[in-house]
């Protein structure tokens, strides 16, 4: 599925000023470091709850998790489902505490604790960096063609980095919130040697500071969130709108 640009990009980078994927500048957003040994902080334990069928619901259950002080994402199931995964416990009795609180408060009703050694929602258990790499791009994927919603009003969705941020915590793995701080950490990657997995950053401004981020799923193509009323969906880098924003990629892992 692709995404169409004309008329939709002005409202996109308004979109991008008040949601999360721009932060306030950084000392330094375009930083380049020495390549170095990076591993993301790896997610403790989680909690799973909800399977609805409208996205919306399950939009209005994260942002309601978020106000309580919980990151919480949702993903598409197998039986094409929103479920909602949340928080970041360091035991299995810290996270079933705070599940039974929010039961009794009526946040939540089922949940389910997810260990940190198991797997992403349908992918397969990662052993390696390039299961890990291909679990990261198959979750990405599995999201393709669902609503983009503006974190302005009353609903809580996917913008460009919190996609992003989705996909790697589904893998066990804590990643920075926004575009830019999200382009701050990680090892800088040549266009050349991108993997699946890896992020591509966009500057759809005119500072040319970062301002929208995507996942490379390999072949030149990446998936992201593209703007309000908008699906996410992939693209090809060689489009001449990406390429003449691309500002560079970054690994993690």
Known sequence: M??????????????LLLTGCAAPPRSHPHRSSTPRSLALPRLGYTIQAGAFAQ???????SERLQAEGLEATYYVSPQKLYKVRFGDFPSKEAARTRAEALRS????QEFYLVSPEE?????PQARDEDGLRRNLSETAKSYRGVPYLWGGTTERGFDCS?????VYRLNGLRLPRSS???YAEGNPVAQDDLRQ?????????SSRQVSHVGLYLGGGTFIHAPGRGKRICTEQLADSYFRQRYV??????
């Open 2 to 15: 692709a995404c169409r640009h004309g008329s939709i990009l002005r409202g996109l980078l308004a979109a």
């Open 55 to 61: 996205v919306e619901n399950a939009s209005r259950l």
């Open 105 to 108: 408060a009526g946040i939540i």
């Open 119 to 123: 797997p992403a929602p349908a992918q």
């Open 162 to 166: 919190g996609l992003a941020m989705a």
């Open 180 to 182: 830019r701080e999200q």
């Open 197 to 205: 997995g890896d992020l591509v950053f966009f500057a759809t401004g």
């Open 248 to 253: 560079g990629a970054r690994s993690y892992l």
